[in-house]
C-alpha cells in the first residue's frame, strides 16, 4: 500500500477525522494518482489514516479509516454498507415512501460514492476516477452487506472520455418507467437515462410541505421545474392550478406523466417549455400571480442567451420571481450550490426581495433530509438550502 504524506499544517484537522484532502494538503503531488487504497501519515511518519486519492469536483481523496489496525479489507465495507440500512430502518419500513439515499459518501464512511435506493433497484454514483476502478470490490462487498437489491446501475459523475454516464450493472432491469413512491405520491423514474432518475431525492421535506397542507386550494409556480415534481406534490396536495417552467424540451412529455400516474389530468396544468427568465417578463405583462413560487435552478446553466449562476445571479432571479408572489404569498427560494453558504445565499434572496419594495417573513428553512446523513466532521456535504418568505 503506497504511503503519502500529508504537510504538517494540515495533520490537526485530520486528527479531528475529517475527511477530505485537497492538493494543498500533500507534501507532494503525485505524478500519477495511486490506483488503489493508500495509508496516509504525518511527515514524522506517524498513522493518520487509510483512504485513496482520487479528483473529483471538491478535493482529491478521500480518509476513510483512522484507525491502524482497521485496513480497508471488503468486510470493512460490508460493516459500513450495513451500517448505512441499519440507520435507514424507517425507510425500509415505511410503505409510503419507496425511495430514498442509503448511502451517502463520507457521511456513512466512504467519500466519493453514495447510493440510492428506488423500490428494490440501487442506482450507485461514482464521484472519481480511482473509487471507479475499485468499483468490483465495493460490489462484493455490498452483495455480502445484507443490502437486498433486485437490480443494480451506475452513474459515472466524473469525466472520462469512453465511458457512459449511466450503466445496467447487475441483475434484473427495471421497468421503464419505474413507478416510485414519496409520502404516498408517485413519481416515474428512469434508472438509466443519462446522470438524472425523473426525481432529486433530496427535495423530500420540501415536497411533503407542499403536498400536505401548504398547497390546499392555492395556485403555484413552479421554475426550473424539471420533471414538476414540486407540481406534482402541490396538485396532489390540493393546489387549485400549478404552472411549471424549464427550458428543455422533455421536461413536458415527463411533467405530463408525473401528473399521470398520480390520476391528476396534466392537460389542466400549465406546462410551459421557456426560459425561465423570459417567462417572468411575460408573466408580469399579463400581471399574473401566484400563491406561491417556487425557484430551484441548476447551480450553473448555459443557454444561447444566457449564462446563470447561483453565486451571482440569485438576488436577481429572486426579484423577478417575488414580483410574481400574490399578496401574502409564499416565496420558495431553493439551491443545491455547495459553493455558496447559506448566509450568501440568505443575504442574495433577501436583496432580491427588498428590492421589490416589499415586506417579508422567514418562514421555514430546510436542509438535506436526513438519509442524505452529514458527518459531523465534514457539516460542508450539506450543500442544499431551502428558504421559505411569506411576502406581504
Ligand atoms: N426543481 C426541479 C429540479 C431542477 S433541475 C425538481 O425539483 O425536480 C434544473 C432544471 O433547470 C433543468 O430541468 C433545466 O432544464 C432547467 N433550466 C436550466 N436553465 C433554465 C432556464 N434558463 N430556464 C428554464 N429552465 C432552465
Not at 92 to 109: C, P, V
Amino acid at each position: 500500500m503506497e504511503k503519502i504524506k500529508i504537510k504538517q499544517a494540515s495533520v490537526k484537522k485530520y486528527r479531528k477525522d475529517y475527511p477530505l484532502i485537497q492538493d494543498i494538503d500533500l507534501v507532494t503531488y503525485p505524478k500519477e494518482l495511486p490506483k488503489g487504497w493508500v495509508s496516509f501519515y504525518t511527515q514524522n511518519e506517524e498513522f493518520i489514516g487509510y483512504g485513496y486519492l482520487g479528483k473529483q469536483n471538491k478535493g482529491i481523496g478521500w480518509l476513510i479509516s483512522f484507525k491502524e489496525n482497521q485496513p480497508l479489507k471488503p468486510a470493512f465495507f460490508s460493516k459500513l454498507f450495513n451500517e448505512a440500512k441499519q440507520e435507514r430502518q424507517s425507510f425500509f419500513l415505511d410503505e409510503s415512501t419507496t425511495a430514498f439515499r442509503l448511502f451517502n459518501g463520507e457521511g456513512d464512511g466512504l467519500g466519493g460514492m453514495t447510493i440510492d435506493w428506488y423500490d428494490g433497484y440501487l442506482v450507485i454514483s461514482w464521484y472519481n476516477e480511482t473509487i471507479y476502478g475499485l468499483k468490483h470490490e465495493i460490489l462484493k462487498a455490498l452483495q455480502q452487506s445484507g443490502i437486498p437489491a433486485i437490480g443494480i446501475y451506475e452513474k459515472v459523475r466524473f469525466k472520462k472520455d469512453g465511458l457512459q454516464d449511466s450503466s445496467f450493472l447487475w441483475g434484473e432491469k427495471a421497468p421503464e418507467p419505474l413507478i416510485v413512491k414519496e409520502n404516498n405520491i408517485n413519481y416515474a423514474t428512469y434508472l438509466n437515462e443519462g446522470l438524472m432518475t425523473g426525481i432529486f431525492l433530496d427535495q423530500r421535506d420540501v415536497r411533503r410541505e407542499l403536498s400536505e397542507g401548504l398547497s390546499t386550494g392555492k395556485t403555484l409556480l413552479n421554475t426550473f421545474s424539471y420533471t414538476g415534481a414540486f407540481s406534482v406534490a402541490a396538485a396532489y396536495g390540493g393546489a387549485t392550478h400549478t404552472t411549471s417552467v424549464d427550458l428543455a424540451k422533455r421536461s413536458l412529455e415527463k411533467t405530463k406523466e408525473q401528473f399521470e400516474v398520480n390520476g391528476i389530468d396534466g392537460d389542466k396544468q400549465a406546462i410551459i417549455v421557456m426560459d425561465v427568465f423570459d417567462y417572468f417578463k411575460y408573466a408580469l405583462r399579463k400581471e399574473m400571480t401566484f400563491d406561491i413560487v417556487v425557484m430551484d435552478p441548476p447551480s450553473f446553466a448555459r443557454n444561447k442567451k444566457r449564462t446563470f449562476s447561483v453565486a451571482k445571479d440569485y438576488g436577481k432571479l429572486t426579484y423577478e420571481a417575488a414580483q410574481l408572489v400574490k399578496q401574502n404569498g409564499l416565496l420558495i427560494a431553493s439551491t443545491n450550490a455547495a459553493n455558496v453558504s447559506m448566509d450568501k445565499f440568505r443575504s442574495m434572496v433577501e436583496n432580491g426581495i427588498k428590492e421589490t419594495g416589499r415586506t417579508f417573513s422567514l418562514s421555514a428553512k430546510y436542509h438535506l433530509p436526513t438519509d442524505f446523513k452529514v458527518s459531523d466532521t465534514f457539516k460542508e456535504a450539506n450543500y442544499l438550502k431551502v428558504l421559505f418568505y411569506n411576502i406581504k
